[in-house]
């Protein structure tokens, strides 16, 4: 790793040298890492500048956006629409797909992304993030007459060319895969640039440290409540080690420390909502988490299958989460298939 390493010069690499990238997809996550780091400068600004508090509006989840939310994906759409690398994009924000204009060349991505994750969290100085992720159009359909439809975006999440997300902390940091494993971005604000800080990140395949939100254990399935009671025996159970718990209600920032130090976070499906299988989104939560964490050796599954594995039917459809260190997940899941 070196400090010199800008994520221009990274982006470049991965064209030229190791040939992962097209120099379209360069460019276009050149542009949402410039839209990040907009996005970062109107979080710090705060209450000074008028955009914290709601929007008075609601998204498609029926969510009340707040006012960053709405930022967050002006932002993203704005940079992203005249650069001729994209055919659409898809936001949590937005009920449908956003067509880039005629005014603008059409290319053959597809954008998706959460503009704002951990919304409770912005009002309170406490870490957000932006989790974006790219699909190629199948069988380019640029020069057909037929245009870009959501059915372009049903695709799984093993069909994603580039995945990241940026966390807005302490420090900005931009998390980034195009499948050569995960490099991390850190926002040098002097400087105005990403700078490699870390490369070819690793989870640690054991942990002792979960991810859960515990005000909802009367909710959960039996595979669940299975795992984290054993947690919670600590060295007297079956586990025969203590178990410590984390819990930021920021995605992005709780998957941050499980790159970092291990872990495993889980949003399962819950009996709150019998009919949605989850809180979180697929296609531009857990698909591009779920990529990120297994190219840095951890898994990722709904509790009985792969995330990436998953066929998408809906933009914005949702999915149980256990992702974070290997053996964690795969105790987690296992639990679940003998519960079946
Ligand atoms: P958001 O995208 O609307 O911010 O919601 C997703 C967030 C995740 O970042 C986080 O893990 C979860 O919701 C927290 O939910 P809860 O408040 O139920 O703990
Ligand atoms: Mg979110």
């Known amino acids: 790793m070196s400090n010199s390493i800008s994520l221009t010069r990274y982006l470049v690499e991965q064209q030229r040298t190791k040939g992962r990238i097209t120099p379209e997809l360069r460019l276009l996550l050149e542009v949402v890492a410039r839209a990040c780091k907009r996005i970062s400068i109107s979080v710090n600004k ?3 500048g008028d955009i914290l508090g709601s929007a008075d509006s609601e998204n498609v989840q029926g969510e009340v956006q707040k006012k960053l939310d709405v930022i967050a994906n002006e932002v993203l759409i704005e940079a992203n629409e ?8 898809a936001s949590e924000e937005m009920d449908t797909i956003y067509v880039v204009p005629n005014r603008f060349p059409q290319g053959e991505y597809l954008l998706m992304f959460d503009p704002l994750d951990g919304s409770s969290n912005i009002d309170v100085n406490v870490s957000i993030g932006t989790i974006f992720s790219v699909l190629k ?20 999440g093993n069909q994603q060319v580039a995945a990241g997300y940026c966390v807005y902390g302490p420090q900005t940091t931009l998390v980034l895969t195009v ?7 850190t926002l040098d604000r002097e400087q105005g640039s990403w700078m490699l800080t870390a490369d070819q990140v690793r989870i640690p395949e054991d942990t002792k440290e979960f991810a859960i939100n515990m005000s909802n254990m009367r909710h959960w399935d039996a595979p669940v409540r299975r795992y984290i009671d054993e947690c919670l025996a600590g060295k007297e159970g079956p586990r025969g080690k203590d178990f410590n718990m984390r819990w930021i209600a920021s995605m992005v920032a709780d998957v941050h420390r499980i790159m970092t130090r291990g872990g495993v976070f889980m949003y399962p499906w819950d009996k709150r909502e019998p009919d949605k299988p989850g809180k979180l989104r697929l296609m531009y939560e857990a698909n591009p988490m779920g990529w990120l964490v297994e190219q840095a050796g951890g898994a990722a599954t709904n509790g009985r299958q792969r995330i990436l594995d998953v066929e998408p039917t809906k933009l914005h459809q949702r999915v149980s989460v256990i992702l974070g260190s290997r053996n964690e997940v795969e105790r987690v899941t296992q639990y679940h298939l003998e519960a079946d």
């Open 137 to 156: 159009k199948q069988n380019d359909r640029t020069d057909a007459i037929e245009p870009v439809s959501e059915q372009d975006f049903l695709q799984p």
């Open 82 to 89: 005249w650069g001729g690398h994209l055919a659409a994009m």
């Open 179 to 185: 499948g050569d494993g995960v490099a991390m971005f």
């Open 46 to 48: 705060g209450a000074l």
